[in-house]
């Protein structure tokens, strides 16, 4: 039986995606953050979550019609 405390990338994925639009909850905060802390490939795509977020706030303005000119 899995420990229900650990999780896969499958699911650490979607964790990464939901908290950009919701706060988690502590459950699944900690179940991310130690899946985090043994996965490098879900550490870059964290990063790589939290570099496009961060992009597209600070140039919301850039990424509307592209039909304008």
């Known amino acids: 039986m ?26 699944q905060k900690a179940q991310l953050t130690f899946h985090l802390s043994m996965c ?6 964290d990063k790589q979550f939290r570099f496009l977020h961060d992009s597209f706030n600070r140039h919301p303005s850039q990424l509307g019609d592209t039909n304008k000119k």
């Open 2 to 27: 899995e420990d229900p405390g650990m999780i896969m990338c499958k699911e650490a994925t979607r964790l990464m995606s939901l908290k950009i639009e919701q706060p988690l909850t502590f459950q």
């Open 40 to 45: 490098g490939a879900c550490r870059r795509c």
